[in-house]
C-alpha cells in the first residue's frame, strides 16, 4: 500500500513538473506567435491596401515615382494645354449661331425696314456670322461690290479671332511626348553610369532608373492624348462655324441684291 502511494506521489510530481514546463514553454512562445500573427495581419493588409488601390491613388504613386523634374513640366503642359482648350471651347461655343433664323430675321427687317433695321438685328444677335452680316449690310449703300469686299475681309479676321491660341494646344500635344522621351534617355543615361560605378550588371541598379524612365514616357503619351482629344474637337467645331460663314456670306449678298433689284423698282 505504501508503495502504492508512494508511486502516486512520485507520478503526480512528475505530471505536475511536466505541465509546468510546458506552461512555461507556451508563455515563452506566446510572445513570439502573437508577433508572428500580427506580422502576417499586417502583410496581409498591406497587400489588401495595394490591391484596392484605385485608379487616381496609383496615379499619383506613379507620378510620384516617375520623379519632380520631368513629371511636373509635363503636368504643366497638361494644365496650360486644357486651360486654352477650355477656353477655346467655350468661346467657339458662344460663337455658335443659328444662321438659318438669323437670315431669316435679317431678310424679314431688309423687307420691312430696309438696312438699318437689318443692321439691328445683326448688332442684337452674338457671333461672327452676325458681326459679318453687319459689316457687308454697311457697306450696302456703296454697291455690292464693296459689301463683298467688307464680308470677305471680315470674314478673315474673324477666323483669325476663332483660331486664336489654337496652335499653343498643338504645341503642348508635341511638347509633352518629346519631354517624356527626353526623360527616357537621361533616365537610362543615369542606370548606365550606376552600372559604370559599379562595374558588375546587376538588375537592382538599373530597374528604378530605367522605371522612372518608362513612367515619364508613358505620361508624357497620357497627357499628349488628352490633349489631342480637344484639340480635334476644337478644330471640327472651328471648321463648322466657317462653313456657316461662308454660307451666311453668299445668302446675305443674295439678299442684298434681291433688295437692290425691288429698291429700283
Not at 92 to 113: H, I, M, P
Not at 145 to 154: G, N, Q
Request: negative net charge; hydrophobic residues 50%; aromatic residues 8%.
Amino acid at each position: 500500500m505504501k508503495r502504492l502511494f508512494s508511486t502516486l506521489v512520485i507520478a503526480s510530481i512528475m505530471l505536475f513538473g511536466a505541465a509546468k514546463v510546458n506552461a512555461t514553454n507556451y508563455v515563452n512562445t506566446l510572445p513570439n506567435t502573437i508577433v508572428n500573427f500580427v506580422q502576417d495581419d499586417e502583410a496581409a493588409l498591406d497587400v489588401q491596401e495595394e490591391e484596392s488601390l484605385g485608379f487616381h491613388q496609383e496615379l499619383k504613386k506613379r507620378f510620384i515615382e516617375g520623379g519632380a523634374g520631368f513629371m511636373g513640366i509635363v503636368l504643366l503642359c497638361l494644365i496650360l494645354g486644357l486651360a486654352i482648350a477650355i477656353e477655346r471651347i467655350i468661346f467657339l461655343n458662344l460663337s455658335t449661331t443659328n444662321t438659318k433664323k438669323l437670315a431669316q430675321d435679317v431678310e424679314d427687317a431688309l423687307n420691312s425696314g430696309g438696312i438699318e433695321a437689318a443692321k439691328e438685328v445683326c448688332r442684337n444677335t452674338k457671333g461672327p456670322v452676325a458681326s459679318i452680316y453687319y459689316q457687308g449690310l454697311d457697306r450696302a449703300d456703296e454697291s455690292i461690290e464693296a459689301a463683298e469686299k467688307a464680308v470677305v475681309a471680315y470674314g478673315g479676321v474673324q477666323m483669325g479671332q476663332l483660331e486664336k491660341n489654337v496652335s499653343w494646344v498643338s504645341l503642348f500635344i508635341a511638347l509633352a511626348p518629346m519631354l517624356g522621351f527626353m526623360g527616357t534617355v537621361i533616365g537610362m543615361i543615369q542606370a548606365f553610369d550606376k552600372i559604370e560605378a559599379a562595374g558588375d550588371m546587376q538588375p537592382s541598379l538599373v530597374a528604378g532608373g530605367i522605371k522612372v524612365a518608362l513612367l515619364t514616357t508613358v505620361f508624357g503619351l497620357i497627357v499628349a492624348i488628352i490633349l489631342q482629344v480637344f484639340y480635334n474637337y476644337i478644330i471640327a467645331k472651328i471648321d463648322s462655324i466657317v462653313n456657316d460663314m461662308e454660307d451666311a456670306s453668299i445668302t446675305l449678298i443674295d439678299m442684298l441684291v434681291d433688295y437692290k433689284n425691288r429698291k429700283r423698282i
